[in-house]
């Protein structure tokens, strides 16, 4: 569920920005999948989602486009997106999802980045050496060096509604996990070589991030002033 949703988020932003042909089979079997009592439930009650509802009505015919398509950029975010959860990314994601791996949750994994020299040596052993709290760690370095990327690919269209969209694809981690995930993030960022253009993103930056995920409104909160957070 989590992959077909995703993957419809992945095509909203696509036909937002011009860049998708058309394509009625895909509009007619996409809108009869969101449509089922169960999928609307998962997505707007259990894991709250602004882009699977947004292309639900874009198969509705309620949807626009933008005038001037821009398919690099697009191709960017597709790039940026097959990194997700890659390599050891997933581990650390896990943890700050709440599960334990082996024993280690994302509170043991905070507390290893109190611990510069563990944190280096865990970049250093190589992948198909590291312990599992040793792939959480090297994961969140992924996860930083993600989020780089992220904040540039937002600035690199003017658009309102594709900044926007781009944030609402990853928002679950952004504003549902967002306690761990920023305190495991602030700590990581801390212990890792501080350096410019070391591919990660500055602590003020981060925050930004975490307050560009938080303005997406979704359908059922309370409307918000649109010059703070501009609605797709």
Not at 39 to 47: A, G, H, I
Not at 145 to 153: H, N, R, V
Not at 214 to 228: C, W
Request: charged share 30%.
């Amino acid at each position: 569920m989590d992959e077909l949703l995703h993957g419809v988020s992945i095509l909203e932003i696509g036909y937002l920005s011009g860049v998708l042909a058309y394509d009625a089979e895909l509009l007619k079997v996409a809108r009869h999948i969101l449509e089922l009592k169960e999928v609307q439930t998962y997505f707007r009650e259990y894991y709250p989602l602004i882009l699977p509802d947004l292309f639900l009505e874009r198969t509705l015919g309620n949807r626009a486009t933008m005038e001037n398509a821009d398919p690099y950029w697009f191709g960017r975010v597709l790039a940026l997106d097959l990194t997700f959860e890659g390599g050891d990314m997933r581990y650390f994601l896990q943890m700050v999802d709440g599960f334990w791996i082996e024993g280690i949750d994302v509170e043991q994994l905070s507390i290893a980045f109190e611990d510069k020299e563990r944190c280096l040596k865990a970049i250093a052993t190589p992948k198909e050496d590291r312990t599992v709290l040793q792939k959480g760690i090297a994961g969140t370095e992924d996860f930083l060096f993600f989020c780089d990327d992220l904040i540039a690919l937002r600035g690199a269209t003017r658009d309102e509604a594709l900044r926007t969209a781009l944030v609402a694809l990853y928002r679950y981690w952004f504003v549902v996990r967002k306690g761990w995930l920023l305190k495991v993030l602030l700590r990581a960022r801390a212990s890792f070589p501080r350096r410019r253009g070391d591919g990660m993103p500055t602590v003020a930056e981060l925050r930004q991030l975490f307050s560009a995920a938080a303005s997406v409104r979704l359908p059922d909160e309370a409307p918000l002033k649109a010059e703070s957070f501009p609605s797709l």
